[in-house]
Structure formats: structure tokens, C-alpha cells
């Protein structure tokens, strides 16, 4: 079984306009797709650095002088490359959300179809998941969270029988989690309405759109100056807006300030149109189907 299955490989790294002697990160390693593609397009003089935060990962590190892979969430991206004395890049490439490996790994509570205990860490060294979200975090925490990062209309009324469950007995694992929620599942839409669940919790948990805005605002500041390229893959909506409005203002809200001639001042140029998978790629990967690539060149 692949660990992961590199989603818009050769899209992804094209848009990184690799230079043989650059220096590039990999935010997001997983099996090492992406990365050995990277790899492949540098010269002897080239280096690679990558990020994941979880554990599973460093297995499938790769065997390469040229490569470094760092254990941490790519929240601390600047941190990490001074560390390693790189202060600029040329090239940064994030394939956002859950590995394939995650949702295959039952234990791991990522995936609607297997039962586990609820837990939907990304890394195994957070003290926060899902079991503590689902019974320890207030009802009007549980509304916000499903409605903001669930986007669910009903999110009160979920919040309220997760409360009221909860009285009787914890809620461990998914099955308990499903069925308190039962009432909400109607079978025609129950595995999209479960989705959207499981996935306010796991960005909850993990702290994603967090950590996505402070991984964007520092990629600004690591990109070196024209021609630095942003390559981003993103799985839904909430991500895409982010990245979207980043790479088209440089900021996550309100709009840019003007110059003298009353010109928007943005740091990037927006590279191509949006891509997403072919129909090809989305019948061999089906977890491809929601994927959409921003590509970006700092100014």
C-alpha cells in the first residue's frame, strides 16, 4: 500500500520553476512524493528541506545529501530553516490536509469508515484531540467549531446532543460518535454530513487554518524576491479561501494598501489559472477530486 499518493506531482513541481542549484521546501513530506520529484529536477548543488510533523513520516526519509527532513509542523518553517543557516528560498511547495496514510491508519480516527478511538492527531505529540474536543469543549465551542469549520447549518443542534450524550457516559471512539449523531446521518447523505463533521473536529484539533495563515505569512518573508514560487494544494474550501486571498493580496482580510497612483501594492503574482485534476488522475486517486493548485511568484 502507498503511503501516499502524490496528488498533481508534475503540476505541483513544474510550478516551482525548480532551479538545479535552489534551495526548495517540502512543507509537507508524507511519502515523499513530491519531494523525490524535486529531488529529481536538482543538481549536485541543490538542497531540500522537508517538514512533517508526523512521526509515520520519518520513515520514508530519503536517502539524499542533498535532503533534510525536519520533524516539526511547518508552523515553525522559519524557525527550523535558520536553524539549518537558510534564510531564503526559492521555491516552497505545501500539498495541505490528511495523508493517505492517516485516513488508512484506523487507530489514527482520521477516516469515517473504520471505527477507533477518537483522537485525529497529525502529530502524535499534541496533547489536544478529538476525544477532548468532543467531551470537554463547551456547547457554544462545539456550535462555532462545526459551523465555522464544518460550514453545517444545523451546527447548534449538533453541538446540543453532543453535550447531552456526553452526560451519560463519555463519548471514546467514532461508532459512539456516529450514533449519538445518528439523527443527523439520513442514509442518502450521511457519509458528506459525516465528512464535514469529522472534519471541524480534525481541523480543531490540529489548529489548521492557524497554522496555514502563519505558514503563509512567513513563506512571504523566506521566498526570495522575484521570481520565489508558492506552489499550494488545497483540499476544501476554507483552505483555498486562505490561500487564495494570501496569494492575490498578501494578506487574509480587508485589501492592500494603494500607491501613489492608486495601484493595489500586492507581494505576488498569481502564475497561470487554477489547476485540478484530470479526470485520468482522479480515477486512478480518487482522493485527488477536491484538489485545487494556486501557483504564486513573489514580486
Known amino acids: 500500500m502507498e503511503y501516499h499518493n502524490p496528488v498533481l506531482l508534475k503540476e505541483t513541481v513544474d510550478g516551482l520553476d525548480i532551479k538545479p542549484d535552489g534551495i526548495y521546501v517540502d512543507v509537507t513530506f ?9 529531488l529529481s529536477r536538482l ?34 518553517l522559519k524557525r527550523f530553516l535558520r536553524f539549518n543557516n537558510v ?54 465551542d462545539l456550535k462555532r467549531m462545526f459551523s465555522e469549520y464544518g460550514e453545517l447549518s444545523n451546527s447548534a443542534a449538533i453541538a446540543k446532543v453532543i453535550v447531552e450524550t456526553r452526560e451519560e457516559a ?28 469529522y472534519q471541524a473536529i480534525r481541523i480543531e484539533v490540529n489548529q489548521e487554518m492557524d497554522v496555514l495563515k502563519e505558514f503563509l505569512e512567513q513563506s512571504l518573508e523566506i521566498l ?25 493580496n498578501g494578506m487574509f482580510v480587508g485589501e492592500p494598501e494603494r500607491d501613489f497612483f492608486g495601484n493595489f501594492s500586492v507581494p505576488f503574482k498569481t502564475i497561470g489559472k487554477l489547476i ?22 513573489k514580486k
Not at 30 to 38: L, N, P, R, T
Not at 276 to 297: G, H
Open 87 to 140: 534564510k531564503q528560498v526559492d521555491g516552497i511547495l505545501a500539498d495541505l490536509g490528511v495523508s493517505s496514510h492517516q485516513f488508512d491508519v484506523a487507530e489514527r480516527g482520521f477516516s469515517t469508515r473504520f471505527d477507533a478511538l477518537l483522537d485525529m492527531r497529525m502529530s502524535q505529540k499534541n496533547d489536544l484531540n478529538a476525544y477532548k474536543v468532543v467531551n470537554e469543549y463547551s456547547e457554544a
Open 276 to 297: 485540478v485534476p484530470s479526470d485520468a488522475e482522479i480515477k486512478i486517486n480518487n482522493r485527488a477530486r477536491s484538489a485545487k493548485l494556486r501557483i504564486a511568484e
Open 43 to 76: 543538481g549536485p548543488d541543490g538542497r531540500l528541506f522537508a517538514f512533517d510533523q508526523d512521526e509515520d513520516a520519518l520513515a520514508n526519509a530519503l536517502p539524499d545529501e542533498r535532503f533534510v527532513l525536519i520533524n516539526e509542523n511547518f508552523r515553525f
Open 224 to 248: 526570495k524576491p522575484e521570481g520565489g514560487r508558492l506552489s499550494v494544494i488545497s483540499y476544501h474550501s476554507l483552505e483555498d479561501r486562505l490561500v487564495k486571498r494570501f496569494v492575490k
Open 170 to 197: 463519555p463519548i471514546k471512539n467514532t461508532e459512539q460518535l456516529k450514533l449519538a449523531l445518528s439523527r443527523f446521518l439520513p442514509n442518502h447523505k450521511s457519509h458528506k454530513i459525516l465528512a464535514q463533521i
Open 30 to 38: 508524507g511519502g515523499g512524493g513530491h519531494s523525490k520529484e524535486i
